[in-house]
């Protein structure tokens, strides 16, 4: 596998260092964001790294900080101000790549592999990336550069704050050797006290022990420790702003019985559904029909498709075949909808799985050529010879422009 690139960035002391920026008389002073320590009750939301040293921590009761540094400054603090400086801090993300999965407010992962071509080498922009920050949102941030996200994610917290580690691919043993286990995703302090029993204290340590030793100690989880400590984590960056489907459904003008006019409307909402998936690079493994009869009546249907696909020609048949399993259409059609989802089961883009592979790969390339014509004029410049069937004249007069997109519903394109 090609080695990925991914960043971690994470906020030193988010919201103490919000506050000392709004309020210069707290910089360089032990800032205790939380609970009213008047009160006695409620705990430490976070510490500028002045108050770290003595001993506060997120989550310590408050009446404990303000017995540790009863000179320390205590905010009740302001989560408007913290959500606007950390949607600043998501849109300067996304100015280097779509891939950002946002953990929380202060804290992404993101996925600059196919980003350094447009804009340098992964620690360049990662250089940028904390630069921007600083000069915009005027906070100081830390990052861990690496080639997956769980050695991005302990890199960042290494040097806090405005800590940048970066791990060489060729030399990840070496730099997870002397970390402490207790650094690992999944490793507590239960678990940092059943190791220490037996003399492991690093990461290091950790890779020594042969898998089934692992697997016998602390069970199942023994296997995700054996492959943390050699750095092996293949987790994607999963887009935060991912669409969980894609789809599209209308309303007819008039309900419909001809089951052909359902058919090629149909095919006309799943060419819309499909040229919306290519658009925003996405695949699905699942098709879902939906109808609604005249009297609301709902049914649908989903089917897998064999592997993930953003084309009409393999989504359109599994289409007819829920349209099969649907309740005989006794009484009319009020609407008709189709939605795509499934876009992260992990089959990648397996060619195997589909019976006729040059297929697939000679309809791709005529759906980017489609997709060319629509980008530049429109999503009605081409379509498919049976849609026509729909805006024939006779069922033009009959129902009117009734299967054009519905202002109102598309809404409903993303669910
Ligand atoms: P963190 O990133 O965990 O902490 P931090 O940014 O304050 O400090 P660090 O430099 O170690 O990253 O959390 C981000 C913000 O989330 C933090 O500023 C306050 C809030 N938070 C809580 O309100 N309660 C908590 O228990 C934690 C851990 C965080
Ligand atoms: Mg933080």
Known sequence: MKTRHILHVDMDCFFAAVEQRDRPELRGKPVIVGADPKHGRGVVSTASYEARRFGIRSGIPISEAYARCPHGQFVRGSSRR??????????IFYRYTPLVESISLDE??????????????AVHIAQTIVDTIAREVRLPASVGVAPNKYLAKIASDLEKPR???????????EFLNPIPIGRMWGVGPGLVKVFQEISIKTIGDLAQLPLEVLVGLVGKRGADLWRLARGLDDRPVSRSDAAKSVGHEITFHEDVSDIQFIKAALLDICEAVCYRLRQHNYRGKVATLKLR???????????????????????????????????????????????????????GQQLDLWSQPERHDKLEAVSKAIDTVKDRYGDNALRRAAVLYCTSDQHYHYHGVRYRRHPAEKKKEWE
């Open 82 to 91: 913290y959500t606007e400086a950390s949607e600043h801090i998501m849109r």
């Open 108 to 121: 992404a992962f993101l996925d600059v592999t196919g980003s350094e071509r447009l804009h340098g080498p």
């Open 163 to 173: 800590g940048f580690v970066v791990v060489d691919p060729e030399r990840v043993q």
């Open 293 to 347: 009869f005249a009297d609301f009546s709902t049914f649908t249907r989903a089917c897998q498709l064999p592997a993930k696909t953003h084309l009409t020609e393999e989504i359109f048949p599994i289409i007819l075949q829920n349209l099969k399993r649907m309740p005989p259409l006794h009484q009319p059609v009020r609407l008709v909808g189709i939605s795509m989802s499934h876009f992260d089961d992990p089959d």
